[in-house]
């Protein structure tokens, strides 16, 4: 993994604390009003790549697939929709997981697994998936104030480990660039595509709000 030539600066969205709060009212709201809350990156995001995902004729509706950093579990529940049945969603916050887990037994959905469980663990299942996705934890794990180049490394071990061999990593994310993810990820994994996303054009450039980035193992790592 190469070094950020610029880390991100560090705030409280980085911060296990920032979540188990944010998550706790929204259960709240849940509970109150049947509001499931945000959904990162906004819907368009999701779908685009559930759209990708069911275009992939090498990747079964039974493939085991996990969800890093699941939120309120609305990926999973959309994926489930499309067919998908072998789900499962692991966060940090014990708050994430519990809405999660109300959100999926009010949609009648019993196709998903949901743990709390923390990426950055020695202890993180050494289980593998033909899909790991991730759409927001490594940004956050990006702005984290303690040592976070660290922890990036350690996501990576941790992905690597869990990815199978034929598998695909999907990342999302609104800090770095798809260029920027390919430089970070270069040394255990190569760049499969791009998922296109809409662009805007501000001061003679062109630019996207998020990069969708689909990774594979290299061949010479285990």
């Not at 993180?124 to 759409?135: G, L, T």
């Amino acid at each position: 993994m190469s070094e950020p030539e610029n880390e991100l600066t560090p705030c409280e969205l980085g911060t296990r604390e920032y979540w188990e709060n944010t998550y706790q009212l929204e259960m709240r709201n849940f509970s109150d009003h049947g509001d499931v809350g945000e959904v990162w990156f906004g819907e368009d995001s999701e779908m685009r790549i559930i759209s990708w995902l069911s275009r992939n004729e090498e990747i079964p509706s039974d493939a085991p697939i996990i969800d890093l950093g699941c939120g309120n579990g609305m990926m999973l529940i959309e994926l489930a929709r499309e067919g998908y049945t072998n789900l499962t969603g692991v966060d940090y916050s014990q708050k994430a997981v519990d809405l999660a887990k109300a959100v999926v037994k009010a949609q009648d959905i019993e196709c998903i697994k949901l743990e709390s469980c923390d990426i950055l663990s020695d202890e993180f299942p050494s289980k593998q998936y033909i899909v790991v996705h991730d759409k927001g934890t490594y940004d956050a794990i990006s702005l984290c104030p303690d040592n976070a180049s660290a922890k990036r490394k350690k996501y990576m071990v941790n992905v690597s480990k869990i990815l199978a061999p034929e598998g695909v990593f999907i990342i999302t994310s609104c800090n770095w660039t798809a260029e920027e993810l390919l430089d970070h990820f270069s040394e255990d994994f190569k760049m499969a595509c791009v998922i296109p996303a809409p662009a805007f054009k501000f001061g003679g450039k062109t630019g996207s709000l998020v990069s969708s980035v689909v990774f594979k193992k290299k061949t010479d790592v285990s």
